[in-house]
């Protein structure tokens, strides 16, 4: 590099601890380190183009080193969850049973019966026909707080609803493995062209061992499998490097989890050994904090977020990029990957079903296999015969409806001398009872107390329904409040990219309105939907009830026509505006118009 000059004039403003060597003619000259500035560069820039190949070979194999030691720390966890998706049935394979002809293979539905309804109950609340989202500022506010905030709540349900189509797939998805796997996690970007959701599995998410925290991991790594046509258009979008020439694995499989394959046979697919036609490849997403200072003049303080792209097949870095706001010099880390957890625990991976119930599922189903067993075997007994009786032909069994001769010894008159049955019991009543009170621990630690209220007579008090109810339901509620507060997360994530990557002309297009994209800066004003201490139609008819029971006592001026709406609206009556007056809205007047309205005794907003 051709060495700069320089006034003297320019060397304070250069730097003025930069080394300085003075030559024999009186001239001087200053080494000035090669690097990237903010003028030359743009914040959001791949740094993998500013650095050498060899160095980024380096810096790939690294994180490909620290990434299988955190697969190796973790691969218990990948044992407890496969052997629980296993045991749930589904795919035909579940361990254990007896090993004898016609042996029975019935499995019980308790793992998977729990996985259904925390879905079916989960989307119920945080899906509803509306949209997600709901404003979190009441009418006391300011009309134009009021009408900002109403805006922000109609684009994100449009995005959540119709412009990310996906978003209610992947949510699904997730909540029905977040029972098996305790933790799963849903990730929220934007490709380029619009705002993206995918649900990423807790086997395809890596932590370091010591790590206690998700959201605090100095490394989390996001295993991904695309395909050659996903890279290339990942190439040519500038998010991966350009490479000459592209090879594929000849495996497709890669380093599949002992999960997915299980996951597989629940699905029906079969993998046939077949070449890699799609070009499948093993690419690490990594979030990470380190010191890339070398390359990157802005990261001052030199430990610093950054996401890293790692194709493992070539030990290539096709990417690097700056995971923090532009201007934030303290560097605060930006979080893509919501953590979605069940029961939470000393580490980072909540506890699942298979850690809580796992045993009693088995026995459940080893007691089941068993009654249905003795069944078979005592309705189809095996005969006992003696030596010297001889059997025409090859036939070993009798099959039903079959005329079988045999032939017997000399002074055998009776086939009774010869054959005789072994008496084998049938089921055991006691085993039965076993059974039922094994389901019924395990249906009690993520039960809720809906079942007995539908039993409960209607002029039971109030009080006691929703008692009841509360003393039921603490476990799933508990776990309801973590979805609501995860579902924050997904919002917060999703104005943060409304706000760096407006879609404005769609979101006008739809409502009819302009959109600034800066009102998505701040979330103070909008939430989601669901209650977080509420989870349940029985709950808010309960509470409703009591309410209204309330309203009989004549000294206190209830609202009745908004009581009467609340209750319409949890009874899902349409167009209720025709059956109630709309309650009227503030006025902005002027000062005459308010002495007036004074005057006359009309109250003031």
Request: aromatic share 6%; with cysteine; net charge negative.
């Amino acid at each position: 590099m051709d060495e700069p000059t320089v006034t003297g004039s320019d060397l304070f403003e250069i730097d003025p601890n930069l080394p300085i060597e003075e030559m024999p003619d009186g001239s001087a000259v200053i080494e000035i380190e090669e690097t990237m500035t903010s003028d030359e560069e743009d914040f959001n820039d791949n740094l993998a183009e500013y650095i050498d190949k060899q160095e980024r070979l380096q810096i790939a194999g690294d994180l490909i080193d620290l990434v299988e030691k955190d697969k190796e720390s973790r691969k218990k966890r990948q044992q407890q969850y496969e052997e629980g998706i296993r045991r749930t049935g589904l795919g035909d394979d579940a361990p254990g049973g007896a090993q004898f002809n016609g042996a029975s293979r019935v499995v019980h539905p308790m793992l998977a019966e729990a996985c259904v309804d925390l879905e079916a109950r989960a989307i119920k609340e945080l899906m509803p026909a509306g949209g997600p989202v709901k404003t979190s500022i009441t009418s006391e506010e300011s009309i134009e707080r009021l009408d900002i905030a109403n805006l922000k709540r109609d684009v994100l349900n449009l995005q959540l609803t119709k412009l990310i189509p996906e978003y209610r797939d992947e949510l699904e998805s997730l909540l029905s493995q977040l029972p098996m796997g305790g933790s799963q996690y849903l990730k929220i970007w934007f490709d380029g062209k619009r705002k993206r959701a995918e649900f990423v599995p807790v086997d395809h998410i890596f932590i370091p061992f010591s790590v206690t925290n998700f959201y605090s991991s100095p490394r989390v790594t996001h295993q991904q499998f695309i395909t050659r046509q996903e890279y290339e258009a990942r190439q040519r979008s500038g998010l991966y490097i350009e490479q000459e020439t592209i090879i594929d694995p000849s495996d497709a499989t890669g380093e599949r989890s002992i999960v997915d394959i299980a996951n597989d046979k629940i699905e029906g697919k079969q993998d046939d050994g077949a070449y890699n036609e799609d070009g499948l490849r093993e690419v690490l997403e990594v979030y990470l904090d380190r010191d890339f200072s070398e390359w990157d003049a802005l990261a001052s303080e030199g430990v610093a977020p950054y996401i890293a792209h790692v194709d493992v097949y070539s030990s290539e870095l096709l990417g690097l990029y700056r995971n923090w706001e532009e201007g934030d010099e303290f560097f605060e880390k930006l979080h893509w990957l919501v953590d979605w957890g069940f029961i939470p625990w000393r580490g980072a991976y909540k506890l699942g079903l298979p850690h809580l119930i796992g045993g009693l599922s088995a026995a459940a189903t080893g007691a089941l296999r068993a009654l249905l067993d003795s069944a078979h075997a005592s309705n189809a007994p095996t005969l006992l015969k003696l030596r010297a009786g001889r059997l025409i032909g090859q036939t070993t069994e009798v099959a039903v409806t079959q005329v079988q001769e045999i032939e017997g010894p000399a002074g055998i008159d009776d086939i009774r001398k010869m054959v005789t049955p072994i008496p084998f019991a049938g089921p055991n009543p006691v085993l039965f009872q076993l059974l039922g009170t094994l389901v019924d621990a395990g249906k009690g630690v993520v039960t809720t107390a809906e079942e007995k209220i539908a039993d409960v007579s209607d002029r039971m008090p109030v009080g006691t329904s929703l008692a009841m109810i509360e003393q039921g339901s603490k476990v799933f509620s508990a776990i309801h409040m973590r979805l609501h507060h995860s579902q924050e997360k997904v919002l917060e994530i999703l104005c943060r990219l409304n706000a760096k990557y407006p879609d404005a002309e769609v979101w006008e297009s739809h409502l009819g309105r302009p959109v600034d994209p800066s009102i998505f800066i701040s979330t103070n004003d909008i939430g989601p939907v669901t209650d977080p201490n509420i989870f349940s139609e029985a709950q808010r008819y309960a509470q409703m009830q009591a309410v209204m029971q309330l309203t009989t006592d004549p000294t206190v001026p209830y609202n009745r026509v908004e009581l009467h709406r609340r209750m319409l609206r949890l009874l899902n009556v349409p167009e209720i505006n025709n059956l109630l007056p709309e309650p009227p809205r503030a006025k902005e007047l002027d000062a005459v118009q308010e002495n007036m309205a004074a005057v006359s005794g009309i109250p003031l907003k």
